[in-house]
């Protein structure tokens, strides 16, 4: 069997099996319960009609068919520089989980309007991926061991606070609403009761499609 072989299954296992144990963890814990047909391709080769490339280092959920895919990995220009590589982001648990996530926020608010929503998606599905691996950083196996996303640090990537500005691209703004939700479950003695809260606090966001990341802490505080 070829090496690429051999990862294309131990690719595919890894991200069914964190799936089944993903979906079991939200019913046994949460009460919430997959309902609808959820389609996953691992090492999908896709393109990017844009610019004509391949997409690469990628995985994402679609809500048009309600689909995961996960996209073969290649070398990244900034791990070129520091002399390593990104693993499949298949082969990563918290990836899985955060993918997966984002499946969970459009079955709980599936029609938002405010392209805000999209950073509290964002910030969802890593603090589930967190609560899931009972820690605050995303990415260490894909990246070989760095973190793509730290839920714990109060400094992003870009070296700047976190703290919320308007019109943010949608994974700054959540590492805002990820990291304030993560320190709010260090300090409360009930952390299934806080992750409860806050997926019913998704969920009342559906009431109002333009509902903004205001409305989500509106929603956190008023619990």
């Known amino acids: 069997v070829s090496q690429s072989r051999y990862n294309d299954v131990i690719e595919q296992s890894n991200v069914y099996y964190y799936l089944k144990d993903y979906f079991t963890f939200l019913d046994r814990k949460l009460g919430f319960r997959v309902d609808q047909y959820l389609k996953v391709t691992t090492n999908r080769q896709l393109r990017d009609e844009t610019k004509g490339k391949k997409l690469k280092n990628n995985a994402f959920f679609n809500p048009l068919d309600v689909s995961l895919s996960f996209l073969p990995a290649t070398n990244n220009l900034l791990f070129k520089l520091l002399g390593g590589k990104i693993n499949r982001s298949g082969f990563d648990p918290s990836v899985v989980v955060h993918e997966a996530s984002h499946y969970l926020f459009h079955h709980l608010f599936p029609n938002a309007v405010n392209e805000e929503i999209g950073g509290v998606n964002e910030g969802f599905a890593d603090?589930?991926?967190?609560?899931?691996?009972?820690?605050?950083k995303l990415g260490l196996v894909m990246m070989h061991g760095q973190t793509l996303r730290d839920s714990s640090a109060q400094i992003d990537?870009?070296?700047?606070?976190?703290?919320?500005?308007?019109?943010m691209e949608v994974h700054d703004l959540g590492e805002r609403v990820s990291y304030a939700l993560w320190k709010t479950r260090e300090v409360v003695a009930d952390k299934d009761e806080m992750d409860r809260m806050v997926i019913d606090a998704v969920a009342d966001l559906s009431r109002n499609p333009y509902s903004s990341v205001h409305d989500f802490k509106v929603n956190m505080l008023e619990r």
Do not use: C, R, T, V
């Open 127 to 136: 603090y589930m991926a967190n609560i899931y691996l009972n820690s605050p």
């Open 157 to 167: 990537k870009n070296g700047k606070l976190k703290s919320y500005e308007p019109n």
